[in-house]
């Protein structure tokens, strides 16, 4: 049957087969195993020449041919900080136009079980690639070698530019994913998030154009930090190899320079005692309800101090939901949960509303905290060890599936803090947590009235009066208002990201040789 198909293309007809898909695997062989298997990632030897880090495990485990790339491109700082809205755009056009160059090629790549992501970040961007080991390396070259060269068409550029402006425009008509953007524009600075204006400014300017993009990416690609992790089955050789390669493609301006390019910095605004406040109306006109996020920032510390606001979330996340969301059922999305700003821990609590205006939920959180010192305080000791228990176990919970494990190693990696087993030195700590320490550090650093807690306040005001009107003796948050524009730069300012997951890791590696550590 395939002859006569065959036989029907040469005869000159439109009928054809199709050609053959070069990323099906055919060889589904595992790589032998090491002498002493992998426990945790390694830095490969090759690769330390200006500033670029290449990792990798042979994956002892989860035996499968299968493989997980990731790359993370450090961009110089020259690059980001000339126009920051105008770089954020071109950086989130850059991967959408890269995602439209390599459709064709992807849905291949797809079909033989391979796959990709490219996503910006605050330091650049990670392309991420996995799937079979067999031709993993012949579609990373694929993807690296568009990436290094980025064809930028002036009609799909019109196109991605509308697509990327719709984006922007509905990215905050959410009030909570607009109180959590705020909370980010005030605390990262001009280096973080953007607002909203400033992008649609940005991507309606005549300076973004199809050129001005073309020079955006070939900038980046002549000038990168590359760390890359390839987690898996593949021996250290092949993925020194690959990681190599890659790296080849990019920095041609660096290979006659001497020094790296300059990091982006990345400090977050140190928060006064006691509470400031920012209000923003949501930009939907129809958005029935606002949105109040109190955040709490923590002071720096060793351990304990580390891991509390995991036990913090633990011991309130259920009672603060039951109470405000099920009892008193203030809005749809109320929550509390813990945050990590460039390193810097936090808390925060949320509540969406149209019940109630956001300062009056303001107010109806605090007092909530007050109460919970109390309960808190009265918790039975067999309560507090029912919680330590749980958080431990959660804590030591084994990766499910080769792609959780690898994300896992990534994660440390991307984020310089490199303790990948710091979830037992995490476990051995909580259990050393006396539930003394921990009402002594809330009512310190939580409770409102404490007058060493430093928080804020996110208002997000629908254009729709509540349901409920303000109580009487509501309290005056206008007093406590910050200047948008002044604030991140006459505040002080915590250390760089990278130093505090430098000191992170010291304290990791100090704490976890002082304990036992806690059976899994």
């Known amino acids: 049957t395939i002859l006569k198909w065959r036989e029907c293309s040469s005869a000159g007809t439109s009928l054809a087969l199709p050609t053959p898909n070069p990323f099906v695997p055919t060889d589904f062989g595992l790589v032998p195993a090491l002498p002493v298997p992998m426990e945790e990632p390694q830095k490969l030897l090759v690769g330390r020449e200006l500033g670029n880090c290449y990792y990798h495990l042979q994956e002892p485990n989860f035996t499968q041919p299968k493989v997980h ?16 809205a105008l770089s954020f755009v071109l950086s989130d056009l850059l991967c959408e136009t890269f995602n439209d160059v390599t459709q064709e090629h992807s849905y291949l790549a797809s079909l033989a079980g391979l796959s990709y992501s490219l996503a910006p970040t605050d330091f650049g961007f990670v392309l991420a690639v996995w799937g079979f080991t067999h031709k993993i390396e012949a579609y990373v070259d694929s993807l690296a070698t568009v990436l290094s060269a980025l064809p930028v ?18 990215k905050l008509f ?12 005030l605390l990262q600075g001009p280096h973080g998030r953007q607002a909203v204006d400033a992008l649609l400014g940005a991507i309606d300017s005549p300076e973004c154009n199809a050129a001005r993009l073309a020079e955006h990416a070939q900038s980046i690609s002549s000038c990168v930090n590359i760390n890359s992790y390839v987690h898996g089955n593949m021996d250290p050789e092949s993925a020194a190899r690959l990681s190599t390669h890659v790296t080849s493609k990019f920095n041609l301006d660096l290979q006659t320079q001497s020094t790296a390019p300059l990091p982006v910095p990345r400090r977050t605004s140190v928060l006064p005692e006691g509470l400031v406040t920012c209000t923003e109306p949501c930009v939907n006109p129809d958005e029935k309800n606002g949105a109040c996020e109190l955040y709490v920032q923590f002071p720096r510390g060793g351990f304990p101090e580390l891991v509390m606001p995991d036990l913090l979330e633990q011991v309130i996340a259920e009672p603060y939901f039951d109470q405000l969301r099920t009892k008193e059922q203030l809005g749809y999305d109320v929550g509390c ?35 919970y ?19 431990i176990a959660s804590k030591l919970q084994k990766s499910s599936c ?6 896992r190693f990534w994660h440390e990696i991307q984020q310089q803090r490199l303790c990948f087993n710091g979830n037992k030195v995490v476990a051995a700590a909580i259990k050393e947590i006396r539930h003394q320490e921990l009402v002594n550090w809330y009512k310190k650093f939580v409770l409102p009235s404490s007058g060493l807690a430093r928080q804020l306040a996110v208002f997000i005001t629908s254009a729709k009066p509540p349901s ?4 009487e003796g509501i309290t005056d948050y206008a007093s406590k208002a910050i200047e948008w524009e002044s604030f991140y730069q006459q505040s002080a300012k915590h250390d760089d990201y990278r130093d505090i997951m430098s000191a992170v890791r010291t304290e990791y590696q100090r704490f976890g040789q002082t304990i036992q550590a806690v059976p899994e």
Request: glycine share 2%; net charge negative; aromatic share 10%.
């Open 174 to 185: 959410s009030p909570t994913d607009h109180s959590w953007d705020a909370r980010l524009r």
């Open 69 to 84: 790339t990731f790359f993370a491109f450090m961009v110089d700082t020259a690059t980001v900080l000339n126009d920051a």
């Open 337 to 371: 949960y813990k945050v990590c700003t460039w390193g810097v821990a936090g808390f925060c609590f949320v509540v969406q509303s149209g019940k109630l205006s956001p300062q009056a939920a303001c107010d109806r959180v605090k007092e909530f905290l007050e109460q």
């Open 468 to 471: 409920n009107p303000d109580p």
């Open 153 to 170: 068409d002036e009609s799909r550029f019109k196109v991605i530019v509308e697509k990327r402006r719709r984006k922007y425009a509905n």
């Open 373 to 391: 010192a109390v309960v808190l305080a009265d918790m039975t000791a067999d309560k507090f060890e029912e919680h330590k228990s749980a958080l």
């Open 402 to 407: 080769l792609e959780e494990q690898a994300t």
